[in-house]
């Protein structure tokens, strides 16, 4: 017999040694926080295989694991002391999705089932507290026929709107006994008049009703998008946990809440959390009154008059501060708790790592290194390289003033600037058009996500540092503010209404999304220093790496930027930029356009100098670490002129003819440029192109020699090389150009000549090319696209629709395909090492700043990765990731 059920409670917990693949996160927690003797009301995991057998059943709950809840519940009854759905003592159960991994507000919790007419009365009597036993009621009603029976929550919404209002209140928690009563007599009736059947009335119906829904929200469409944006599997399922309620709206000395241990946002180490009293769990999510804060010193410095957790509960205070510091000592991590106080006892109702900013990941880690909880290196694994995407985000230059509008609180760090919209579906339009905008929403739910994610900050006008928005926000590292309460936002007609100002659509704000703050209009930003924690983490990452971090940089301010990063050298200079800029063009055409060779040389000859320039200054910049210049690359017409008006500017500029300049245009003109007349096929055809780069090359790095005192060993690299003689024939011209300029100079240079390795006969004939090649690079860029036969360009076409479709899982441009491209660039390695065992390998592709390819590049030994200049520190860390773990 499959074991489907495992229960916990009383100190114990049957599913201890699982791990969260059965159990789930929840589930696993709730055994471990058990075992380890912590409050915890007692309760059974349902396994995440009963998930998938649900389904491979057709939606039914098969007849075993039904047999073992009922005898999980009997558990359940033994330790409380209380009978399901029955007697003087009713146990009500909380039935609650989940997953492996957390996915935040994407499955449904269903509390307080087993209420009906007659439990309702038993709940009350037992309590000493009618008004307590029919709030429970409505809350379930309400919450089971949102969830399990379908009917949108706004009818139920309504009518509680409209019995407020009938008596005065402004808060839930006024209502009375009778009051509540009569508001689950409305609620019954509204939803038999719209689902034209009984709100169930058996406790069995409705826990298997809630286990079959929790089961059915997995594959719901928004955990369906989640699960994509997020790259997780559906074949995983959910498990689900059914636990003893425990009641956070037993009148005044009861609460429920949710706490980090350390401040989420800047991982400070403080416990930080929100409070509400006589409520229950969905109360401090759901932004219906605002949430106290947890302890005296986080009230004090947020300003409220409203009493700390701390102060109106120091004794469940005190004990819940003990759990915390507990809690993290066993898990080694910031936790993320929510809990509930019952009649001033406490209760533990889910613990796991908190989701945080990347600033506050490098505190935390820093920190925790410095208590000596974790170690260096496992600060290091800490850190999700592509996060600090985050910490290179510009913040607001605080030199100058703020026309602040609005203020709310700082949910998701960094600011951004943008056109204000108020749905995602407008959000993501604008993203398709290449807008920036700040989704504005009075709270966000599940359904905005693909909004959130093409806006570039998001402020909601309601809701806590727990609120939806925040949470999301920061695991996507979007800069956010919520609870803006002195702004307010009129959707009918599309207007922002804040301190003295009425925005409407299309307006630009700027949120800062570390103050809380929204301001008018754009400001200026400045880039974050990367010191303090920052730094500590990058030096223990160097420390392991193996792999150095080279940039692609074609200018002297990219090298610059990229150093400040940490760039040991330039993996991929290109230079066709310096054939573009300002008056070159011309003198490029006119090479391009000359009649013979001489007519090239005359035009070459004036290019010289300004080539020269340009890599004399990066030269300087590198002072002395590595540079890899490409030689010309892209074909000829790209240089010139396109239309029939280009041309005609063109051909006066020049003094030529237009019809003339048309034919050259056309003659040049290729059907498939990607695979036509370019990279080491110009140098061969045009040599004289070639020797004017070396020299240009050669003399700089004499210069710089002199000027820095710091020699540069050039590394020229010839693209699209394919077959060993086509390396030959230009490598000669290369090495007499050295020869020379050595002679002139009077002066010793050292150099390298090698190949990027882009076409599949390359990688190939790896072993032969490396006779004359002494260094390979891998262009993974050009090597994906000779590899599939797809252009790159053309790509997006389709690779859309084949993601869609599952004929492949991700875009090969920007995760490597190891299997395919990652097999030539193996074979490569070994064949070119074979021939020349202390051959420089790396790779300068886009993949190179891309965390799982840096981690292949480790596996298979790359001396070094070359990536854009502000993903150095990604590939710093990356790397140190994979040399730690490939150990
Ligand atoms: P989510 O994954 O959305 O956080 P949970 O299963 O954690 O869903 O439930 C949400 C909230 O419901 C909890 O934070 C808690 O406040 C409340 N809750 C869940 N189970 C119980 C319980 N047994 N007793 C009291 N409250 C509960
Ligand atoms: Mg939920
Ligand atoms: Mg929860």
New binding site residues.
């Given amino acids: 017999m499959t074991k489907w059920v495992y229960t916990f409670g009383n100190g114990a917990a049957e599913g201890r040694a699982l791990d969260h693949e059965m159990l789930g996160g929840?589930g696993a927690n709730l055994a471990e926080m058990c075992s380890l003797g912590l409050p915890v009301?007692p309760?059974l995991t349902i396994t995440a295989d009963a998930c998938s057998a649900y389904y491979r059943d057709g939606r039914r709950i098969a007849d075993e694991v039904r047999a073992q809840v009922l005898s999980g519940i009997a558990s359940i009854e033994a330790v409380t002391g209380r009978r399901f759905g029955a007697g003087n003592s009713p146990l009500l159960?909380?039935v609650?999705?989940?997953a492996r991994v957390?996915?935040?507000?994407?499955?449904?919790?269903v509390?307080n089932l087993g209420l009906n007419d007659e439990t309702v009365q038993a709940l009350g009597h037992d309590a000493g507290d009618a008004r307590f036993a029919w709030d429970s009621y409505r809350r379930f009603i309400q919450m089971y026929a949102d969830v399990v029976m379908g009917l949108d929550n706004e009818v139920f919404e309504e009518i509680l709107e409209d019995e407020k209002a009938r008596h005065g209140y402004e808060y839930d928690t006024e209502m009375t006994a009778s009051e509540w009563q009569h508001v689950v007599h409305l609620y019954k009736a509204v939803l038999e008049e719209e689902l034209g059947e009984e709100f169930p009335q058996d406790p069995q119906v409705q826990l298997w009703g809630a286990v079959g829904a929790v089961f059915s929200s997995w594959m719901s469409a928004r955990a369906v998008t989640y699960r994509h944006l997020h790259n997780i599997p559906e074949s995983w399922g959910t498990a689900i946990?059914i636990?003893?309620?425990?009641?956070?709206n037993l009148g005044n000395s009861s609460a429920?809440?949710?706490a980090f241990t350390r401040n989420p946002s800047t991982g400070e180490k403080s416990l930080y959390g929100e409070f509400l009293v006589n409520a229950?769990?969905?109360d401090?999510?759901a932004g219906i009154r605002t949430p106290q804060s947890i302890t005296e010193e986080a009230r004090i410095s947020s300003g409220s008059d409203r009493p700390s957790m701390e102060k109106l509960m120091p004794e469940a205070f005190k004990e819940f501060v003990a759990i915390c510091d507990r809690l993290e000592a066993h898990y080694l991590d910031m936790q993320d708790i929510?809990?509930?106080i019952e009649r001033g006892t406490l209760?533990m109702?889910?613990t796991r790592s908190g989701k945080r900013s990347t600033r506050a990941a490098m505190k935390i880690a820093v920190d925790m290194v410095d208590e000596k909880m974790i170690t260096e290196e496992q600060a290091v694994l800490r850190i999700e390289p592509s996060s600090l995407d985050q910490l290179l985000h510009p913040t607001i230059d605080p030199r100058v003033a703020r026309e602040v509008i609005g203020t709310g609180l700082p949910a998701s760090p960094g600011a951004a600037s943008g056109e204000i919209v108020f749905t995602a579906e407008e959000a993501v339009m604008a993203e398709e058009e290449g807008r920036k905008v700040i989704l504005l929403r009075v709270e966000t739910s599940p359904e905005d996500i693909h909004g959130m994610h093409a806006a570039e900050g998001i402020l909601t006008t309601r809701g806590g540092m727990t609120s939806h928005a925040a949470v999301v926000a920061r695991g996507m590292g979007i800069p956010c503010v919520v609870g803006a309460g002195t702004m307010r936002i009129d959707l009918r007609n599309e207007r922002l209404i804040g301190m003295g100002v009425t925005l409407k659509k299309g307006d630009i704000i700027t949120i800062d999304g570390s103050a809380g703050q929204v301001l008018k209009g754009e400001v200026p930003m400045v880039q974050p220093a990367l010191s303090g924690d920052f730094g500590r983490i990058m030096e223990w990452a160097d420390r392991v790496r193996r792999m150095t971090v080279r940039t692609n940089a074609d200018t002297p301010a990219d090298a610059r930027a990229a150093r400040s990063f940490g760039a040991e050298g330039i993996g991929l200079c290109r230079t066709e930029h310096m054939f573009f800029e300002g008056e070159r063009i011309h003198v490029m055409r006119e090479m391009i356009l000359a009649e013979d060779e001489a007519g090239r040389r005359t035009a070459l000859d004036r290019l010289l100098p300004m080539q020269r320039e340009d890599f004399e200054s990066l030269f300087n910049v590198m002072h002395g670490l590595p540079v890899t210049i490409r030689l010309l690359d892209p074909p000829l017409h790209e240089f010139l002129p396109k239309t029939d008006e280009e041309i005609a500017d063109v051909a006066a500029a020049m003094n030529m003819d237009a019809t003339a300049l048309r034919q050259r245009v056309d003659a040049l003109h290729e059907f498939n440029p990607m695979l036509g007349h370019r990279g080491c096929r110009l140098a061969i055809s045009y040599p004289e192109i070639v020797e004017m780069q070396a020299r240009a090359i050669f003399e700089a790095a004499v210069q710089a020699a002199r000027e820095t005192g710091a020699a540069v060993v050039p590394e020229i690299m010839v693209p699209l090389v394919g077959l060993r003689s086509e390396l030959d024939y230009v490598k000669e011209r290369i090495d007499a150009i050295a020869r020379d300029v050595m002679t002139e100079a009077d002066m010793r240079i050292d150099y390298l000549v090698g190949t990027m390795i882009e076409l599949p006969r390359a990688a190939l004939r790896a072993h032969i090319i490396a006779e004359a090649a002494e260094f390979f690079s891998f262009g993974t860029n050009d090597l994906t696209q000779t590899t599939f036969g797809i252009s790159r360009d053309d790509a997006s076409a389709f690779i859309p629709t084949y993601q869609r479709k599952g004929i492949i899982e991700h875009d090969p441009f920007i995760s490597l395909d190891f299997d395919g491209v990652g097999e030539l660039i193996r074979i490569a390695t070994e064949r070119g090492r074979r021939t020349r065992a202390d051959m420089k390998l790396g790779i300068c592709g886009e993949h190179g700043g891309d965390p799982a390819s840096i981690h292949f590049c480790e596996g298979i030994g790359l001396d070094y990765v070359s990536c854009s200049p502000f993903r150095v520190p990604i590939a710093r860390l990356a790397a140190a990731q994979a040399a730690i773990k490939a150990r």
Avoid: C, I, Y
């Fill in positions: 929840k009301p309760g159960l909380s609650r999705s989940g957390s996915m935040p507000g994407m499955m449904d919790t509390l946990n636990q003893a309620m425990v009641f956070g429920t809440g949710v229950q769990g969905e401090v999510v929510e809990f509930t209760w109702l889910q």
